[in-house]
């Protein structure tokens, strides 16, 4: 690569460690799903490298984001919620890297995308379909609280290692939606949570050799002070501003998702469509 070119390279990373960090830890996110989509769309990295390097830069963001959200919170959450939540999560991405060596993971994306569009109406407050989903699986299939946390827990553990990212979109609305914590609450243990979950995620991905240190360079500073910033900014924001605007941002990401693999499909129709004339 030549020298301008590289620096031009490495300057579009620092950009994005800074944006995506500062955008994310304001809302009590990793950013998982920025920085995903775009190390493969403007990066041109394969989605195993893509999402095990965004999984090593959400640690400085959920660390700074998660201390700045503690020292923030006019009353400190019940430990019980971090000493159960986090282990489940742990323990899902170690049967997530399992599964992830094993089976394709293709599917994951579309029914992904499908559980934030309908969130993203719920934070918005345009559809109350999720609460009621939620709240009819804990009253039929739970006996307490703790068990239907522990349960997402791991499953959030296995969504982060097969899609890079840190699932902050899927414990904040959780723990609003579901468990009726206070939004900056919930932020605050999404953050926690997620810097055990992505330090996992990253010595996993560095002993299955798909973590490249070299990006890193360019995006750990960078996210560690957009990621301060943006929790500055976060505790001061009220938390219906702070809902509305995660709500927007999860439909916009649900849509793009939703485009993104009918695009891919109709692509690799119209591929093999082609070939079987070709050979015929």
Same mark, same amino acid.
């Given at each position: 690569?030549?020298?301008?070119?590289?620096?031009?390279?490495?300057?579009?990373?620092?950009?994005?460690?800074?944006?995506?960090?500062?955008?994310?830890?304001?809302?009590?996110?990793?950013?998982?799903?920025?920085?995903?989509?775009?190390?493969?769309?403007?990066?041109?990295?394969?989605?195993?490298?893509?999402?095990?390097?965004?999984?090593?830069?959400?640690?400085?963001?959920?660390?700074?984001?998660?201390?700045?959200?503690?020292?923030?919170? $006019?009353?400190?959450?019940?430990?019980?919620?971090?000493?159960?939540?986090? $282990?489940?999560?742990?323990?899902?991405?170690?049967?997530?890297?399992?599964?992830?060596?094993?089976?394709?993971?293709?599917?994951?994306?579309?029914?992904?995308?499908?559980?934030?569009?309908?969130?993203?109406?719920?934070?918005?407050?345009?559809?109350?379909? $999720?609460?009621?989903?939620?709240?009819?699986?804990?009253?039929?299939?739970?006996?307490?609280?703790?068990?239907?946390?522990?349960?997402?827990?791991?499953?959030?553990?296995?969504?982060?290692?097969?899609?890079?990212?840190?699932?902050?979109?899927?414990?904040?609305?959780?723990?609003?939606?579901?468990?009726?914590?206070?939004?900056?609450?919930?932020?605050?243990?999404?953050?926690?949570?997620?810097?055990?979950?992505?330090?996992?995620?990253?010595?996993?991905?560095?002993?299955?050799?798909?973590?490249?240190?070299?990006?890193?360079?360019?995006?750990?500073?960078?996210?560690?002070?957009?990621?301060?910033?943006?929790?500055?900014?976060?505790?001061?924001?009220?938390?219906?501003?702070?809902?509305?605007?995660?709500?927007?941002?999860?439909?916009?990401?649900?849509?793009?998702?939703?485009?993104?693999?009918?695009?891919?499909?109709?692509?690799?129709?119209?591929?093999?469509?082609?070939?079987?004339?070709?050979?015929?």
């Amino acid at each position: 690569m030549p020298p301008a070119n590289k620096f031009n390279f490495n300057a579009k990373l620092i950009l994005l460690g800074f944006g995506v960090a500062l955008f994310s830890a304001g809302i009590g996110i990793g950013g998982g799903t920025l920085l995903v989509s775009l190390l493969m769309s403007a990066f041109n990295f394969d989605f195993k490298k893509a999402a095990a390097t965004s999984l090593a830069t959400i640690i400085p963001i959920s660390l700074t984001g998660a201390i700045s959200h503690i020292f923030s919170l $006019p009353q400190a959450l019940h430990p019980q919620y971090y000493f159960i939540f986090i $282990p489940a999560c742990l323990l899902g991405t170690i049967l997530g890297a399992r599964i992830v060596k094993k089976y394709q993971n293709g599917w994951l994306k579309p029914a992904f995308a499908f559980f934030l569009l309908i969130v993203s109406l719920r934070m918005l407050k345009i559809f109350d379909f $999720p609460s009621l989903i939620y709240t009819g699986l804990n009253n039929i299939l739970f006996s307490s609280q703790w068990t239907l946390i522990v349960t997402v827990g791991v499953l959030i553990g296995i969504v982060a290692i097969a899609l890079g990212i840190g699932c902050g979109l899927l414990i904040v609305p959780f723990f609003t939606i579901v468990i009726n914590l206070n939004i900056h609450e919930a932020i605050t243990l999404s953050l926690t949570s997620m810097f055990f979950i992505t330090v996992s995620g990253a010595l996993i991905n560095n002993k299955l050799k798909t973590l490249d240190i070299t990006p890193l360079k360019n995006l750990f500073i960078p996210a560690l002070a957009g990621a301060i910033v943006g929790s500055i900014i976060s505790g001061n924001l009220p938390s219906p501003i702070l809902k509305k605007i995660f709500g927007i941002f999860l439909f916009l990401i649900a849509f793009n998702y939703i485009i993104e693999y009918i695009y891919r499909k109709r692509r690799k129709t119209a591929w093999a469509s082609q070939k079987q004339n070709i050979n015929g």
